[in-house]
């Protein structure tokens, strides 16, 4: 169970990641604003986190990490703009995560293969699995 420091920095690292091209759209804010609901965030702090980063904070368990590295997919191909430094950034965000170099290159080879680009949670933690055993 992640804790309060967490999910923010998981959130702020997500807003990052949108601004890899120096903007914000409206469905990457939506996105991210949906997120932080998920992980009980108020819009306050959320709006907060938009001006005023926090540092990143490593996630302990491997499985939270695959589930933000989904999360960094998804906010990626939600504007249907993916560009090769999006592309390098997500890269260089799951290696910090801690995450399978092989693994992270195999999603985002398969990425193509499946409609807008979106792997399902499944077949992802499946390319991770059989890379951490």
Same mark, same amino acid.
């Given at each position: 169970?992640?804790?309060?420091?967490? %999910? =923010?920095?998981? =959130?702020?690292?997500?807003?990052?990641?949108?601004?890899?091209?120096?903007?914000?759209?409206?469905?990457?804010?939506?996105?991210?604003?949906?997120?932080?609901?998920?992980? #009980?965030?108020?819009?306050?702090?959320?709006?907060?986190?938009?001006?005023? &980063?926090?540092? #990143?904070?490593?996630? %302990?368990?491997?499985?939270?990490?695959?589930?933000?590295? #989904?999360?960094?997919?998804?906010?990626?191909?939600?504007?249907?703009?993916?560009?090769?430094?999006?592309?390098? %950034?997500? #890269?260089?965000?799951?290696?910090?995560?801690?995450?399978?170099?092989?693994?992270?290159?195999?999603?985002?080879? =398969?990425?193509?293969?499946? &409609?807008? %680009?979106?792997? &399902? &949670?499944?077949?992802?933690?499946?390319?991770?699995?059989?890379?951490?055993?």
């Amino acid at each position: 169970m992640m804790n309060r420091v967490e %999910k =923010l920095s998981l =959130l702020s690292e997500m807003i990052a990641f949108a601004r890899v091209d120096n903007s914000l759209k409206e469905i990457e804010y939506n996105f991210l604003l949906g997120v932080a609901k998920q992980l #009980h965030i108020t819009q306050e702090d959320f709006d907060y986190l938009l001006d005023n &980063p926090i540092s #990143h904070v490593k996630l %302990k368990s491997y499985s939270e990490r695959i589930v933000q590295f #989904h999360r960094l997919v998804l906010l990626m191909i939600i504007d249907d703009e993916i560009t090769s430094k999006e592309m390098y %950034k997500l #890269h260089n965000f799951g290696l910090k995560m801690g995450l399978n170099y092989d693994a992270i290159n195999r999603v985002l080879e =398969l990425m193509e293969s499946f &409609p807008n %680009k979106v792997i &399902p &949670p499944d077949f992802l933690i499946d390319i991770f699995k059989v890379q951490y055993n």
